[in-house]
């Protein structure tokens, strides 16, 4: 049984760039929300998606957006890349919408912006 | 003022000890209380979650609410070196439970 994939592992791109993000949920979780890790720093939620809508989001502007798709897989978008932006990006599935705060966390995308 | 404040080490004990890992948090509404393991490089890994105030044990770890103090705690006994990790503090409230909040992580290593 496979658990939270993501790709790519690494990327670099240049400021001003956008840039796509991908993520599959473990097998049966119908639920994802992802993440962004600065380095030395907890995790922050972005947003999640349940049922192909977001449902929630946290501190982050609208450069930040996501699609789900049909199969629960997931895509995280960030266009007018800055600086700032490097990270791990983290993808999380988990089952029932908001209801669910049992979180399996994938390896994560490295982004690195230049 | 975070919402959850961890401190971020790094600490450093001998094989055998006991750990003690501690977060405090500022939001009354946080009902789920849960511990990530971090190795370098790697996503968060679930160690334990409760529900609201009490203790939880898993083998050689504890987990440790108390919501009266806004403060919870993770033990590790006879802690061996494949523990070294960042642990990280998480909770979230009963009307968003999906949006985790985390820690800042604590940096922990232990030495053979």
């Known amino acids: 049984d496979a658990g939270v994939t993501q790709s790519p592992t690494h990327l670099i791109k240049t400021r001003g760039q956008q840039v796509t993000l991908r993520c599959s949920p473990k097998s049966g979780h119908d639920t994802v929300s992802w993440y962004q890790q600065a380095l030395g720093q907890g995790p922050q939620f972005i947003f999640q998606?349940?049922?192909?809508?977001?449902?929630q989001r946290g501190n982050f502007p609208d450069r930040f957006s996501g699609h789900q798709f049909p199969n629960y897989s997931s895509e995280l978008n960030v266009n007018a890349l800055l600086l700032g932006d490097s990270a791990l990006y983290l993808c999380?599935?988990?089952?029932?919408?908001?209801?669910?705060?049992?979180?399996?966390f994938g390896p994560g995308t490295r982004l690195t912006v230049t | 003022q975070k919402e959850v404040e961890q401190d971020p080490g790094p600490l450093s004990v001998p094989e055998g000890a006991i750990v003690s890992l501690n977060c405090t948090y500022s939001?009354?509404?946080?009902?789920?209380f849960m511990w990530y393991r971090q190795y370098s490089r790697k996503g968060p890994e679930l160690l334990m979650y409760?529900?609201?105030?009490g203790n939880k044990e898993d083998g050689r770890f504890t987990a440790q609410v108390d919501k009266s103090s806004k403060y919870i705690s993770l033990f590790i006994r006879d802690s061996q070196p494949s523990d070294s990790a960042t642990y990280l503090c998480a909770m979230s409230s009963y009307s968003s439970a999906s949006k985790i909040i985390f820690g800042s992580g604590t940096r922990l290593s232990i030495r053979p």
């Open positions: 999380a599935s988990g089952l029932g919408g908001i209801g669910s705060y049992e979180q399996y």
């Open positions: 939001n009354s509404a946080f009902q789920y």
């Open positions: 998606y349940y049922e192909e809508e977001e449902r």
């Open positions: 409760t529900y609201s105030s």
